[in-house]
């Protein structure tokens, strides 16, 4: 016989996620939550997931959100393991993934009278969250009404912001009574607001009248239609679009390889390739030499398309335009003339000038990491769920082409912390292999990523172990400072070898190109076991073998 929580609240709670289609849970241990942990787990609509660390958990659930594109439910305890959602709710609320953040409370008047596990959890999350809601305990009059309208607002702001949103669930004791049956619940009329956009016409005027147009294109998930409407735009060479690894788009008229292209320009450099309109679509700009040149070439007109988010990154922002980049391209399109513009082959001849280049400096160059990215861009299968770390990996993944692949990278708020817990949420939800390309210290950080029982038997890890945040040779400042081995870049001696026999893992070490070569080829083939690939690059200087390549360029 099923047995459910007798809380009122969470009764509503599960009838309400229900209603609107929300049936993956994921919960950490503790007692408090422990009504949620058994009602959903006892609810046949529910999937549940048991993660224990909170800051892991929170990044499983942005992976699980952005495979199956639809909010995913957190719950934990009271108390500092709320608080280790905060990361997580950092990087959902910077990417729009869409989070149900459910934390469980001791009862409003516990608060700050140093009681077990209670902090200030009520707006905990508000600087980074699109709503924050306080449940009625429920001995409270008109509990269940006010509960019920509170939770319906709650979950329709993240359907419709499509980013994370927080319920703080006070619960009294008893925790543990149980009920077998149910009482009915009314159905819901769901009200998630959708946005309309027409068209303003001055828009179509200052695109006729401009002579240089950019389309700059951050992160972003695929989207067929956005791919077929940009491909319109460069067909007759009308635009150009400059697109980033995670930016999730194909065309080969597209130019994919931002830093190759700018990574040098001079002051007459920033005023010869400068748009007098640039549009931008998507979330984070990773390159930040794309931010620096568009910042020097001050264009005179600046749209930005996103239903939510408008940021100024370039300093020249003149138009905030409140839909989807789909519709506002597939409204342009029936106004504009497809016409040819010297600006693309200004670009057009760029690109095959440095695009040679690179080819002759892959020719050249030893084993090293940018080695192993280079290797990457050939052999990985095609179709997979590449999903990118950041620091390093991002950036050496921008210099080569993924393209068969989906590629996805926490370009939120750009940190290491949650790379190998967001691959393996969305590997948990997605029948497509999920292969995670990371380097050392954000693997080594993140593993309790590993620590869960649903990590499919085709997933691949592959981590380039340079021995420190090698990131920090690259960038300029660091190596200038005393502090820099042990405090910056922090070199180790580890491997992984341990950390994958711990976790059931099939493991590989591989320190020479040959070897890699050889072990690619079976390494994503089908076994019974997840599968680590660790690559040894810590006896070369991938620094300098990265800068050589931007020298090499040059000449």
């Given at each position: 016989?099923?047995?459910?929580?007798?809380?009122?609240?969470?009764?509503?709670?599960?009838?309400?996620?229900?209603?609107?289609?929300?049936?993956?849970i994921?919960?950490?241990?503790?007692?408090?939550?422990?009504?949620?942990?058994?009602?959903?787990?006892?609810?046949?609509?529910?999937?549940?997931?048991?993660i224990?660390?909170?800051?892991?958990?929170?990044?499983?659930?942005?992976?699980?959100?952005?495979?199956?594109?639809k909010?995913?439910?957190?719950?934990?305890?009271?108390?500092?393991?709320?608080?280790?959602?905060?990361p997580?709710?950092?990087?959902?609320?910077?990417?729009n993934?869409?989070?149900?953040?459910?934390?469980?409370?001791?009862?409003?008047?516990?608060?700050?009278?140093?009681d077990?596990?209670?902090?200030?959890?009520?707006?905990?999350?508000?600087?980074?969250?699109?709503?924050?809601?306080?449940?009625?305990?429920?001995?409270?009059?008109?509990?269940?009404?006010?509960?019920?309208?509170?939770?319906?607002?709650?979950?329709?702001?993240?359907?419709?912001?499509?980013?994370?949103?927080?319920?703080?669930?006070?619960?009294?004791?008893?925790?543990?009574?149980?009920?077998?049956?149910?009482?009915?619940?009314?159905?819901?009329?769901?009200?998630?607001?959708?946005?309309?956009?027409d068209?303003?016409?001055?828009?179509?005027?200052?695109?006729?009248?401009?002579?240089?147009?950019?389309?700059?294109?951050?992160?972003?998930?695929?989207?067929?239609?956005?791919?077929?409407?940009?491909?319109?735009?460069?067909?007759?060479?009308?635009?150009?679009?400059?697109?980033?690894?995670?930016?999730?788009?194909?065309?080969?008229?597209?130019?994919?390889?931002?830093?190759?292209?700018?990574?040098?320009?001079?002051?007459?450099?920033?005023?010869?390739?400068?748009?007098?309109?640039?549009?931008?679509?998507?979330?984070?700009?990773?390159?930040?030499?794309?931010?620096?040149?568009?910042?020097?070439?001050?264009?005179?007109?600046?749209?930005?398309?996103?239903?939510?988010?408008?940021p100024?990154?370039f300093?020249?922002?003149?138009?905030?335009?409140?839909?989807?980049?789909?519709?506002?391209?597939?409204?342009?399109?029936n106004?504009?003339?497809?016409?040819?513009?010297?600006?693309?082959?200004?670009?057009?001849?760029?690109?095959?000038?440095?695009?040679?280049?690179?080819?002759?400096?892959?020719?050249?160059?030893?084993?090293s990491?940018?080695?192993?990215?280079?290797?990457?861009?050939?052999?990985?299968?095609?179709?997979?769920?590449?999903?990118?770390?950041?620091?390093?990996?991002?950036?050496?993944?921008?210099?080569?082409d993924f393209?068969?692949?989906?590629?996805?990278?926490?370009?939120?708020?750009?940190?290491?912390?949650?790379?190998?817990?967001?691959?393996m949420?969305?590997?948990?939800?997605?029948?497509?292999?999920?292969?995670?390309?990371?380097?050392?210290m954000?693997?080594?950080?993140?593993?309790?990523?590993?620590?869960?029982?649903?990590?499919?038997?085709?997933?691949?890890?592959?981590?380039?172990?340079?021995?420190?945040?090698?990131?920090?040779?690259?960038?300029?400042?660091?190596?200038?400072?005393?502090?820099?081995?042990?405090?910056?870049?922090?070199?180790?001696?580890?491997?992984?070898?341990?950390?994958?026999?711990?976790?059931?893992?099939?493991?590989?070490?591989?320190d020479?190109?040959?070897?890699?070569?050889?072990?690619?080829?079976?390494?994503?083939?089908?076994?019974?076991?997840?599968?680590?690939?660790?690559?040894d690059?810590?006896?070369?200087?991938?620094?300098?073998?990265?800068?050589?390549y931007?020298?090499?360029?040059?000449?």
């Amino acid at each position: 016989m099923k047995q459910f929580s007798s809380k009122r609240s969470i009764q509503i709670l599960a009838h309400l996620l229900q209603e609107y289609g929300i049936f993956d849970i994921v919960i950490s241990p503790g007692s408090r939550n422990a009504p949620l942990a058994i009602h959903f787990s006892e609810t046949d609509d529910f999937n549940c997931y048991s993660i224990v660390d909170e800051r892991s958990a929170g990044f499983v659930g942005i992976g699980m959100a952005k495979s199956i594109k639809k909010p995913v439910a957190l719950t934990c305890t009271s108390g500092s393991a709320a608080a280790n959602y905060y990361p997580a709710i950092t990087e959902a609320f910077y990417q729009n993934t869409p989070l149900l953040v459910l934390t469980a409370d001791r009862p409003t008047d516990f608060v700050d009278i140093f009681d077990g596990q209670t902090i200030r959890q009520k707006n905990l999350y508000q600087q980074h969250s699109y709503g924050d809601f306080q449940l009625l305990e429920d001995s409270m009059e008109n509990a269940d009404d006010e509960n019920f309208a509170i939770i319906k607002k709650a979950i329709e702001v993240c359907f419709e912001k499509q980013g994370p949103v927080h319920i703080n669930i006070p619960l009294e004791e008893p925790l543990y009574n149980m009920v077998s049956e149910l009482p009915g619940f009314q159905s819901v009329e769901k009200t998630i607001r959708t946005i309309s956009y027409d068209l303003p016409p001055h828009l179509v005027a200052d695109w006729n009248i401009s002579k240089r147009i950019m389309i700059l294109v951050g992160t972003r998930d695929y989207n067929e239609e956005l791919e077929m409407q940009l491909s319109q735009l460069v067909k007759n060479h009308t635009v150009v679009v400059l697109k980033e690894a995670n930016s999730n788009l194909k065309h080969d008229k597209f130019f994919a390889h931002i830093d190759r292209y700018i990574f040098n320009f001079q002051e007459e450099d920033y005023r010869t390739y400068a748009p007098d309109l640039l549009i931008t679509v998507g979330q984070n700009v990773v390159s930040k030499k794309v931010k620096q040149f568009l910042r020097k070439a001050n264009p005179k007109n600046h749209w930005h398309i996103d239903e939510v988010w408008h940021p100024d990154t370039f300093f020249a922002l003149t138009e905030k335009v409140k839909t989807s980049p789909e519709k506002f391209f597939g409204q342009l399109l029936n106004f504009i003339a497809l016409e040819p513009r010297a600006y693309f082959n200004l670009w057009d001849v760029l690109r095959d000038k440095r695009d040679l280049k690179h080819l002759e400096y892959c020719l050249q160059t030893r084993f090293s990491d940018f080695k192993l990215f280079e290797f990457l861009s050939h052999q990985l299968p095609e179709n997979i769920n590449l999903h990118i770390s950041n620091s390093s990996a991002i950036r050496y993944a921008q210099l080569f082409d993924f393209d068969r692949n989906r590629v996805y990278c926490n370009r939120g708020t750009s940190g290491i912390d949650g790379s190998t817990s967001t691959a393996m949420g969305f590997a948990i939800k997605d029948v497509q292999q999920t292969v995670l390309v990371t380097g050392d210290m954000s693997f080594f950080y993140d593993i309790n990523g590993l620590w869960n029982n649903y990590i499919p038997p085709y997933t691949r890890i592959i981590v380039f172990n340079n021995g420190g945040g090698d990131i920090f040779k690259i960038i300029p400042g660091p190596s200038s400072t005393n502090a820099l081995d042990e405090f910056i870049l922090t070199k180790h001696h580890k491997n992984a070898e341990h950390i994958a026999k711990h976790f059931g893992f099939a493991y590989t070490l591989v320190d020479d190109e040959d070897t890699l070569s050889r072990v690619l080829d079976n390494f994503f083939k089908p076994d019974e076991k997840a599968k680590i690939l660790e690559v040894d690059t810590s006896a070369i200087e991938n620094a300098e073998v990265l800068k050589g390549y931007f020298e090499f360029l040059k000449s």
